[in-house]
């Protein structure tokens, strides 16, 4: 654990900048006494680097089985942002020196092997900085394949080619170039592999030294590596070389352990534990390494050190990477709950394939379901009330069969007796064959705005209906006609009647038609009444296919006495062949009668000849336009729009009503109501969107 | 005038019927026609005349009629037939005015509202053109004045609809008394 003590050092003043911060935006954070800290455990960590990797060699070959400065270097350089790299090999070049020259090691080669050293971990850095942008971070699979890629194998491999070239010409020992070729990368790949990864993992600036631990975890963690020290003692030091092989298995499951329980830290540092032993027990002839000759021993070594890290590292990654998932959806979970309450949301899913179901609490109170009850449709659709029980089935079926998102109103009748309106949204997830797996569901109690909505259109419903009830109080003196020219011929009638029948012969067929016009009459006095009990009665809306031409004829009708008090004419531009509309008849009359009455009232201060109302339909694209054009004063030119405001009124005793009602009935329809001045009149006109059923009415 | 006497009843429905036909609830009504249209119609009119009935008293009296209603128009017709009386209806005032003042008609009956004109103008044109004729008005709406307006330019009864036979009756006698 020797080479690890300088970098923890190290960590503290450097990676609270590293935390959060990317290798371009902390370079600016560096400061100078940082930056000669930094150097120096660059320093420090190289020498003593450079002292274990001789330590670590087959004595009295000088075959290193495991070379630390290299990796050092890169992990320093890793932790470093690119502008300040020059600091990092500067420091590294004393300590490289300092360690050479100490085992009389020629100029020239103490040089050459410092390029080759520094060139080894820049191709690393610079080929992981190439592929991670930022902080490289091992809990990440992908940033441990490219930290193994990159700085184990590919610097290695490549500078490990010039090193062998520098130690060939300069004649130093006496092997082959391929010789200290294949030396040179096993070692330097193998202290990549196992000590870049542990200093990277120690000094993660996102995960602070001293996390809090609980005490059980400290008693693991301490339970583990005394284990593991006493094995790894046993197994590589103390064991003779013909000791059964199969006893490089023991560490195995303390390393497993290690990397599932304590993540990247714990693998890295056991990986090295079990590293150091096994190298130092084959250097000192120990455990089951060694072989005949010394280079074969370290081979061993590093394949034996090489197989088991890889994985480890991998599995620590893993691990890391679900805890991660784990945490996040925890939290997303806790979110979402959090929001779900708030909102008084019930969420649910069903899973068809697993044939499990969840639901949250809120859930279970508006469904009434047990604490355990499980979900099903089945069970879901009891609760719904009985009228919309098929439709809400429907729905759901619809969005099963080619899996989508459904969204559905419907009222729940619970056992308490009480009816809740909600809103239910759900979607059908699929499994990879495209069938529905899942369904996700939430539903929103919507019983007070749903109240609320009813309490306020009925409140809009009287209101129309007091206007009706106003603008048949206005029309009172034109109904009366209306109703006293059948009954005066009715009267005349009956009055003719009584004296033919004293008339001898009685002419039979004169008093059948006699009859015929008093019957007509009587209907046409009761038509009219009906009228007007239908347009000031209470009741709901009921919209049915119309045809406007016919609700004008109507109005005008209804309206006929009032024109012609007036001493206005009424001329109708009807368009032949109207579609029909959805509409509710007493509602159109009621707006008819309203834009008809308001023309001819505009019109009063005109001449006679003036005195002209044209009403007019017509299709415009998908709509029925209706306009009723009056020649009377126009609107009030500083502010047209005003005539919809509620209470706003150009006339003496007028309630300013009217047109506000107008035009909110028609917007209820799908419509728009709309007026502008002509300069010599008015016209206020609103369109209505045809009806899905768009034959043309053969009465039109 | 010429009177055709010995029609009966009947004829009165034929005679009629042309105004029933030309009526349209819908048919906006011009005024200003040409003067070859207006004594075109005048001259058709002629032949519009009443069937007689049966009956002593009114037998040689003429009474026009103008409504805009073809129903009240025929049952006041039947009405004023069934008394006894001569009677011409009328829908059209321009034809209505041609009417009276070529035939000197003693006693009109005029409804105050129709589609584009009062019975007040009519009377008051009345007035001009033929000023003995006696002017019975009848109004199914009594706003406005009308009454008053009615009685001040010399109306001799002024009806509300619906009225009873007797009332319209002893209003036509009381005009005609007025006049002789």
Request: with cysteine; hydrophobic share 45%.
């Amino acid at each position: 654990m020797e080479e690890t003590l300088p970098e923890r050092g190290w960590s503290g003043p450097l990676t609270g900048r590293f935390r959060n911060a990317d290798s371009l935006g902390l370079a600016q954070t560096l400061n100078l006494r940082q930056l000669l800290y930094g150097a120096f455990l660059v320093f420090a960590g190289y020498f003593l680097g450079a002292e274990l990797g001789f330590a670590l060699t087959f004595k009295p070959h000088a075959v290193s089985v495991l070379w630390p400065p290299n990796s050092i270097l890169l992990a320093a350089l890793l932790l470093t942002p690119g502008r300040w790299w020059w600091v990092v090999l500067l420091a590294a070049f004393p300590a490289h020196c300092l360690v050479e020259l100490k085992s009389d090691v020629p100029t020239t080669m103490v040089l050459c092997w410092f390029v080759s050293n520094s060139l080894e971990a820049l191709i690393g850095a610079s080929a992981i900085r190439y592929f991670i942008k930022g902080q490289v971070d091992l809990d990440r699979i992908s940033h441990v394949a490219i930290l193994c890629l990159c700085g184990v194998f590919l610097g290695p491999f490549l500078s490990s080619f010039l090193d062998s070239a520098f130690v060939v010409l300069n004649h130093w020992g006496g092997d082959s170039y391929w010789g200290v070729w294949r030396i040179r990368f096993s070692s330097n790949a193998l202290a990549a592999l196992v000590l870049t990864p542990l200093i990277l993992a120690w000094v993660d600036g996102r995960q602070p030294l001293h996390r809090k631990l609980s005490r059980s975890s400290y008693l693991e963690a301490g339970g583990l590596f005394i284990t593991l020290f006493v094995l790894c003692l046993i197994v590589f030091n103390r064991l003779s070389p013909d000791a059964a092989s199969a006893l490089l298995y023991a560490p195995l499951p303390l390393l497993l352990w290690a990397a599932i329980r304590f993540n990247l830290r714990g693998a890295t540092t056991a990986i090295a534990t079990v590293t150091f032993f096994a190298i130092w027990g084959a250097t000192h002839g120990h455990g089951p390494f060694v072989a005949e000759s010394v280079r074969e021993s370290a081979f061993h070594v590093q394949l034996f050190v090489s197989f088991m890290s890889l994985p480890l590292l991998f599995l620590a990654a893993l691990t890391e990477e679900r805890n991660a998932t784990k945490e996040t959806l925890e939290e997303r979970e806790e979110r979402l709950g959090l929001a779900a309450e708030t909102a008084h949301l019930a969420l649910w899913t069903i899973d068809f394939e697993r044939g499990t179901s969840w639901i949250n609490d809120k859930g279970r109170e508006l469904f009434g379901l047990g604490p355990d009850e499980p979900l099903s449709r089945e069970v879901f659709l009891d609760c719904v009330h009985p009228e919309d029980r098929e439709r809400v089935n429907r729905a759901i079926e619809y969005a099963q069969n080619e899996p989508q998102s459904f969204e559905v109103e419907y009222r729940l009748l619970r056992a308490d007796g009480m009816t809740r309106w909600l809103i239910s949204r759900g979607r059908y997830l699929c499994n990879s064959l495209g069938e529905a797996s899942e369904l996700l569901g939430v539903a929103i109690d919507v019983t007070g705005q749903v109240k609320a909505n009813l309490k306020l259109r009925s409140q809009q419903e009287e209101l129309a209906r007091l206007s009706r009830v106003s603008v048949m109080g206005e029309l009172t003196a034109s109904l009366a006609h209306e109703l006293n020219q059948p009954l005066t011929a009715i009267a005349s009638n009956a009055a003719a009647g009584k004296r033919f029948l004293k008339s001898d012969p009685i002419d039979l067929k004169l008093f059948q038609e006699l009859l015929e016009d008093v019957f007509a009459d009587a209907r046409r006095a009761g038509a009219v009444i009906h009228g007007i009990r239908q347009f000031v009665r209470k009741g709901e809306e009921g919209r049915i296919s119309l045809n406007l031409n016919d609700v004008i004829v109507e109005v005008l009708r209804l309206l006929h006495s009032n024109v012609i008090s007036r001493a206005a004419t009424v001329e109708t531009r009807l368009a032949p062949n109207l579609p029909l509309v959805l509409a509710d008849p007493i509602r159109m009359q009621q707006v008819l009668i309203n834009l008809v009455v308001n023309a001819i009232e505009a019109m009063e201060e005109m001449p006679v000849a003036q005195r002209r109302v044209i009403i007019s339909t017509e299709l415009s694209g998908t709509q029925v336009q209706v306009a009723v054009r009056d020649f009377g004063l126009g609107l009030p030119i500083e502010a047209p729009e005003q005539i919809f405001a509620h209470f706003f009124s150009t006339k003496p005793n007028g309630m300013g009503m009217g047109l506000p009602i107008a035009r909110g009935i028609i917007e209820a329809h799908g419509g728009e109501l709309e007026a502008e001045n002509l300069g010599d009149g008015a016209c206020v006109s609103f369109c209505l969107p045809t009806g899905q059923d768009s034959r043309p009415s053969s009465e039109a | 005038m010429k009177h055709q006497r010995g029609r009966d009843a009947i004829g009165l429905e034929v005679l009629l019927m042309p105004i029933a036909l030309s009526y349209r609830h819908e048919t906006k009504v011009h005024y200003r026609r040409s003067f070859e249209e207006v004594v075109s119609r005048v001259f058709r009119s002629v032949s519009w005349k009443t069937s007689l009935m049966s009956v002593e008293g009114h037998r040689n009296t003429v009474v026009y009629v103008l409504d805009d209603d073809p129903s009240v128009l025929r049952s006041i017709g039947r009405l004023l037939v069934s008394e006894g009386f001569q009677c011409c209806t009328f829908h059209d005032p321009d034809i209505f005015l041609e009417s009276v003042m070529i035939n000197a008609i003693p006693v009109v009956i005029l409804d105050v509202w129709m589609e584009g004109v009062t019975g007040l103008e009519v009377q008051s044109k009345l007035q001009r053109v033929s000023p003995r004729t006696r002017v019975i008005i009848m109004t199914g709406r009594t706003d406005g004045g009308v009454r008053q307006t009615a009685m001040k330019m010399g109306a001799s009864a002024f009806l509300v609809k619906p009225f009873g036979d007797l009332e319209l009756i002893n209003a036509i006698e009381v005009a005609l008394t007025a006049k002789s």
